[in-house]
């Protein structure tokens, strides 16, 4: 074979990853491509802060390849058309690219796959690229996918992991092929101030020091809110800028309860997966149907107006609710919280929030995203569907003395301690000096006054 083509969607790096490694190995020259797709902006997914990333992103792979000879090919346009294009004007005989578990991903594949067999080129798709389990690998007796985690935990825990694959000493390109500008973070508007820079060297850079400083204390701290000792790995999961299988392994290495932990979370991504895999309507529709009469109307619409602000008068609420606006990222803890409380006390369909969300989240992945607010509204996996998180006590319970909050909410910065998650219950004088709003609702009354019929449709 003379020539490969190698297409980069979600999995943006040089090491670890098994289309390039086998394109490289089978022929002398190879075609690293990423197309930047206009369907991908008209479905949405193309906001501010994602387009930042991924521009770093694309930049530090072309350093990647640059460094091993070779370069990244952009092209803008539809997808299947130009792989085509470049796949006539060099000849290549296969195509190399990773699996993926949305309805575009899967669309793509499959048209990509009818054009170029009909051209006589070959498709290869590689398994357990973005996934440490391949979604669909995995499945119970009587069902295509797990419905609940933790036997989906127990069978993944025992599958043999792939060892992670070195990047290639040497990357071939045609010197003739067309490329066009890389996209630079510095020509977007509206991205979060605080968004962490792309990557794959900043990723891995990320996830050795993490190991080595903070995964001992995961376990026991995973959820303090002002500790924050997450790895903050999930952008560079999302896009492929690390290997989930990698980092799989040097966890394990790394050994403890921590390790363990944080492995864990990473088989919570796998389990999404598979879940959107098998049904790919989960996107937008109920996994598990509960008949809710989500609130409409204006006084809806003011309230979600207020949550997307961080101004519901629930302080942690408020600090999470910014920190996402501030860094295109949030706490996971801050997510639940945040979720609950949209969807449980504000009674406001969980679409609106998971739209939201995609909308600031760097790492906004479909299935992560959608699947864990249906885990919070009580229409997903989860198996209590009743579960109701309480602002306050989250708020006491994972910020105790109020570190966060104070942090995301400078209005409250003069209250100590706990108290700063009950600024109601200071004196009217002394909330008066506080530019800071009263709580939208009560949260003794709220959801059961929403479900007797206020606002519902």
Same mark, same amino acid.
């Given at each position: 074979?003379?020539? +490969?083509?190698?297409?980069?969607?979600?999995?943006?790096?040089?090491?670890?990853?098994?289309?390039?490694?086998? =394109?490289?190995?089978? =022929?002398?020259?190879?075609?690293?491509?990423?197309?930047? %797709?206009?369907?991908?902006?008209?479905?949405?997914?193309?906001?501010?802060?994602?387009?930042?990333?991924?521009?770093?992103?694309?930049?530090?792979?072309?350093?990647?390849?640059? %460094?091993?000879? &070779?370069?990244?090919?952009?092209?803008?346009?539809?997808?299947?058309?130009?792989?085509?294009?470049?796949?006539?004007?060099?000849?290549? &005989?296969?195509?190399?690219?990773?699996?993926?578990?949305?309805?575009?991903? #899967?669309?793509?594949?499959?048209?990509?796959?009818?054009?170029?067999?009909?051209?006589?080129?070959?498709?290869?798709?590689?398994?357990?690229?973005?996934?440490?389990?391949?979604?669909?690998?995995?499945?119970?007796?009587? !069902?295509?996918?797990?419905?609940?985690?933790?036997?989906?935990?127990?069978?993944? $825990? %025992?599958?043999?992991?792939?060892?992670?694959?070195?990047?290639?000493?040497?990357?071939?390109?045609?010197?003739?092929?067309?490329?066009?500008?890389?996209?630079?973070?510095?020509?977007?508007?509206?991205?979060?101030?605080?968004?962490?820079?792309?990557?794959? #060297?900043?990723?891995?850079?990320?996830?050795? +020091?993490?190991? !080595?400083?903070?995964?001992?204390?995961?376990?026991?701290?995973?959820?303090?809110?002002?500790?924050?000792?997450? +790895?903050?790995?999930?952008?560079?999961?999302?896009?492929?800028?690390?290997?989930?299988?990698?980092?799989?392994?040097?966890?394990?290495?790394?050994?403890?309860?921590?390790?363990?932990?944080?492995?864990?979370?990473?088989?919570?991504?796998?389990?999404?997966?598979?879940?959107?895999?098998?049904?790919?309507?989960?996107?937008?529709?109920?996994?598990?149907?509960?008949?809710?009469?989500?609130?409409?109307?204006?006084?809806?619409?003011?309230?979600?107006?207020?949550?997307?602000?961080?101004?519901?008068?629930?302080?942690?609420?408020?600090?999470?609710?910014?920190?996402?606006?501030?860094?295109?990222?949030?706490?996971?803890?801050?997510?639940?919280?945040?979720?609950?409380?949209?969807?449980?006390?504000?009674?406001?369909?969980?679409?609106?929030?998971?739209?939201?969300?995609?909308?600031?989240?760097?790492?906004?992945?479909?299935?992560?995203?959608?699947?864990?607010?249906?885990?919070? *509204?009580?229409? &997903?996996?989860?198996?209590?569907?009743?579960?109701?998180?309480?602002?306050?006590?989250?708020?006491?319970?994972?910020?105790?003395?109020?570190?966060?909050?104070?942090?995301?909410?400078?209005?409250? $910065?003069?209250?100590?301690?706990?108290?700063?998650?009950?600024?109601?219950?200071?004196?009217?004088?002394?909330?008066?000096?506080?530019?800071?709003?009263?709580?939208?609702?009560?949260? !003794?009354?709220?959801? *059961?006054?929403?479900?007797?019929?206020?606002?519902?449709?």
């Amino acid at each position: 074979m003379t020539v +490969s083509v190698v297409l980069y969607t979600s999995d943006l790096r040089v090491h670890d990853h098994p289309p390039l490694r086998a =394109a490289h190995e089978g =022929a002398w020259e190879v075609v690293p491509v990423f197309v930047r %797709d206009p369907a991908v902006d008209r479905a949405g997914f193309a906001v501010p802060n994602r387009l930042a990333f991924l521009a770093d992103c694309l930049a530090d792979l072309d350093r990647g390849l640059k %460094d091993r000879g &070779g370069r990244l090919v952009v092209r803008e346009g539809d997808t299947v058309t130009e792989v085509l294009d470049l796949v006539r004007q060099t000849g290549a &005989g296969e195509v190399h690219m990773a699996d993926g578990v949305t309805r575009f991903a #899967r669309a793509r594949e499959a048209r990509l796959r009818r054009v170029l067999e009909a051209d006589g080129c070959r498709l290869y798709v590689h398994d357990g690229v973005t996934d440490v389990v391949p979604a669909g690998d995995l499945t119970p007796h009587g !069902s295509d996918h797990f419905a609940v985690f933790t036997p989906y935990y127990k069978r993944w $825990a %025992d599958v043999p992991c792939r060892m992670p694959l070195a990047a290639p000493g040497a990357v071939r390109v045609p010197s003739d092929v067309r490329s066009e500008r890389m996209p630079r973070r510095s020509a977007l508007a509206d991205v979060s101030p605080g968004l962490a820079a792309g990557g794959e #060297r900043e990723g891995r850079k990320r996830l050795g +020091s993490w190991l !080595s400083e903070h995964v001992d204390a995961y376990e026991e701290r995973h959820d303090d809110l002002a500790g924050d000792v997450t +790895s903050r790995l999930s952008p560079y999961l999302h896009f492929g800028a690390v290997s989930a299988v990698e980092a799989v392994h040097r966890a394990r290495k790394r050994g403890g309860a921590g390790a363990e932990a944080f492995v864990r979370q990473l088989c919570w991504r796998d389990f999404h997966h598979q879940v959107l895999a098998a049904r790919p309507e989960a996107a937008d529709a109920d996994y598990r149907p509960r008949h809710d009469r989500w609130r409409r109307g204006a006084d809806m619409e003011a309230d979600l107006a207020a949550w997307r602000e961080g101004r519901t008068g629930y302080p942690v609420v408020d600090a999470a609710m910014r920190q996402l606006a501030h860094e295109g990222w949030m706490h996971n803890r801050g997510r639940l919280i945040a979720a609950s409380f949209l969807t449980k006390t504000l009674y406001i369909d969980w679409r609106e929030g998971a739209h939201h969300f995609l909308g600031l989240l760097v790492d906004g992945d479909v299935a992560n995203n959608q699947l864990n607010w249906q885990w919070v *509204a009580g229409t &997903g996996t989860d198996t209590r569907p009743q579960r109701v998180l309480n602002p306050v006590r989250q708020g006491k319970r994972y910020d105790p003395e109020g570190s966060y909050v104070r942090h995301w909410v400078p209005e409250l $910065a003069g209250l100590d301690g706990p108290a700063v998650h009950e600024p109601w219950r200071l004196t009217a004088l002394d909330r008066a000096a506080f530019d800071y709003p009263d709580p939208l609702v009560e949260l !003794s009354d709220g959801l *059961a006054r929403f479900r007797r019929g206020r606002g519902v449709a």
